[in-house]
């Protein structure tokens, strides 16, 4: 299994279907677990999928239209059963979502009886810009344009070093010196001092984006922007466009475009309209723009590509 991956819990959009949850997704991405949109029949999804909510480190919830948030008691409440039976309870659990809708927030929190365990953080998103960092990532927000306060979310992992092994073997270091060399920034060899500059390059940081609910946007632009993976809705084809800018969604085309125009390596398309029970066509409209498109079915695992 890979250590970064993007789990599709549920693919559906406002109605669930009988072979689509409401929409409802996961990332692993090394010591970190975030759950998105967690929409109704989470908790269920997760079981299936093999995610621990107890192992959960963030939640982000783009907006507050019921297909995106009514599996939220449930997580909330199976964190709080999980550490209410545990010796060790889970680490604290920030929640983002949109400040301006804190009573829909406090309302999903309490909804029936239970002692509250579960650790939460409530953190409201109320500006655009970085709001946390989760282990290597830093999450960012920008605003989308949907018919409620929207925001998509984006994961970026930090810039790192990469050592030429060949260089290094050619300046005679061994194992331990690269350590040395990692921390320290030299290391004294038998042919003298080395530089961490001279046997390294730079090794990008990998990125995920969250794009959810909106028209085609300068946000959602700024949000898929060279990433790594980006998850993406496509409500509609290309042939309801009228229809999709309406109730302020995209269309698969518009988010095949987007990708290939951002720089995207692996887009997936998700948040699919009853109307389409089979989605091969979505990635086939978006397929015309990108050469890697996935139109996800619920538990799909879809890999954060390596480089």
Not at 60 to 79: E, M
Not at 245 to 261: I, K, L, N, P, S
Request: hydrophobic share 40%.
């Amino acid at each position: 299994m890979s250590a970064r991956e993007f789990v599709a819990l549920g693919t559906g959009s406002q109605t669930p279907t009988r072979h689509r949850s409401h929409n409802s997704y996961a990332l692993r991405w090394d010591d970190q677990l975030i759950l998105f949109d967690p929409g109704e029949g989470t908790q269920r999804q997760c079981t299936l999928a093999g995610i621990s909510i107890t192992r959960a480190t963030a939640v982000c919830v783009t907006h507050f239209h019921g297909d995106h948030c009514l599996g939220l008691p449930g997580v909330i409440q199976r964190r709080s059963l999980d550490n209410a039976v545990n010796e060790a309870p889970s680490a604290p659990l920030p929640i983002f979502y949109p400040g301006d809708g804190q009573e829909y927030f406090d309302r999903l929190r309490s909804v029936s009886i239970f002692h509250d365990h579960s650790g939460l953080v409530p953190s409201p998103i109320h500006t655009s810009g970085e709001q946390a960092v989760l282990g290597s990532l830093t999450l960012s927000t920008v605003a989308l344009e949907h018919r409620v306060t929207t925001w998509g979310f984006r994961l970026q992992e930090a810039d790192g070093l990469r050592v030429d092994a060949d260089a290094a073997a050619e300046r005679g270091m061994s194992g331990p010196d690269i350590g040395r060399l990692m921390k320290e920034g030299h290391v004294d060899t038998p042919t003298g001092r080395v530089w961490r500059e001279e046997v390294t390059s730079v090794r990008r940081g990998q990125s995920m984006a969250f794009v959810m609910d909106t028209r085609l946007c300068d946000g959602a632009r700024e949000l898929a922007a060279g990433v790594d993976l980006l998850v993406c809705e496509s409500t509609y084809l290309a042939s309801e466009a009228v229809l999709a800018d309406e109730y302020f969604h995209m269309t698969a085309e518009q988010a095949g475009q987007m990708a290939a125009d951002a720089g995207v390596r692996r887009l997936v398309l998700t948040h699919f309209s009853a109307r389409y029970p089979d989605v091969s066509v979505m990635a086939q409209e978006a397929g015309r723009f990108h050469s890697d498109v996935v139109a996800v079915e619920d538990l799909d695992r879809v890999p954060v590509p390596p480089r």
